[in-house]
């Protein structure tokens, strides 16, 4: 079905709204601008906002020296028609698209969409094989594994912040294991979008497949709105005891961002300014250091999780706010915690 005006008028305004808001701060200087990156979470879409290859380009090249990015699934392009289980393959053809444009070297040397994490329904059991290989063969080399949501609360507002509603115990079920065996054989890995009531599911699955590697989007699914809004203190201690009992699991590594959505609850997007990166520092410290704690440089990876975090900041500022938090890490330290966890566990050239 063709897009109405109206409908892509109210997309453009939105963005639009979003950027001057973003502009209605002083830009900061860049901290440690020549510090490698890779940028291991990223999206791309046309859905309610517009955000395909310049609008990406123009955010990893606002001064920080990022090297390289993954893209994670969100649903964007599926083929419009076919076999349903093979539809999300059309979104991996549509990214392979635009690493293509950047491996052109015509927008400069940042490799966008080096690494691509795309969905595939694992809960359809060891028919999902033929999904995963074909995943791979229109991949162009750049298919690195699957991320499936299993987000699940109660609560009517963390519900209005699920795209895709999951049952409560997605992970555990027969079928879904079923489907997930089939990602280690192949070389692939596991990305998983939760909230931290769940990551105990998280931690069985590392037991039951100790081979294959697990990544755990957003420091574990933090919340903050609903009926977990006044509650900051006792939600981070139960978080917090989460994230260590995960830790122990070794196939399991941790991406270090995420805060700046809604669903955290900082409310930094009713602010007549944004914040700054101190300003961000300091709301995050608390989750940022106990996940480094937990896993270690090595098994922990500095994310933007763009556009989604865009409500909240920009990504000159978000990277500021990261690198403010690395401060008292040595050399060696910040190098994993900004690159090379992330090309180590997706497979990419250094940075």
Known sequence: MARSRNKWKAEVDRLAVQEAWQNNA????????ELPIIDPHHHVWDRDSRYLFDELLNDVDSGHNVKSTVFLQCAAMYRGDGDPLYRPLGETEFVNGIAAMAASG??????????????ADLRQGAIVEG????????????????????????????????????????LCEPKFRE???????????????TYFPQ????????DAFPATTIIVDHVGGLLGIGKYADRRDEVFRQWRQAIFDLARHANVTIKLGGLGMLSCGWDFHKR???????????AWRPYIESCIEAFGPNR????????VDKESSSYRTVWNAFKRLAKQYNHAEKAALFHQTAQRVYRLRPA
């Not at 922990?300 to 556009?307: D, G, L, Q, V």
Request: net charge negative; proline share 11%; glycine share 10%.
């Open 26 to 33: 002083p830009q900061e200087p860049l901290i440690e601008p």
């Open 131 to 170: 999904v995963l290989e074909q995943h791979l063969k229109v991949g162009g080399g750049r298919f690195r594994g699957v991320r499936h949501a299993s987000n699940w609360d109660t609560d009517p507002e963390v519900k209005k912040m699920i795209r895709m509603p999951v049952p409560e115990k997605v």
């Open 272 to 282: 007549p300014q944004p914040p700054s990166s101190e300003e961000l520092a300091s």
């Open 106 to 119: 015509s927008y400069g040397d940042i490799r966008l969409c080096e690494g691509i994490v795309g969905f």
């Open 300 to 307: 922990a990876m500095f994310e933007s999780n763009f556009p």
């Open 179 to 193: 489907g997930y065996a089939k990602l280690g054989p192949l070389g692939l890995s596991f990305d998983v979008w």
């Open 199 to 206: 990551l105990r599911d998280v931690g069985d699955l590392a």
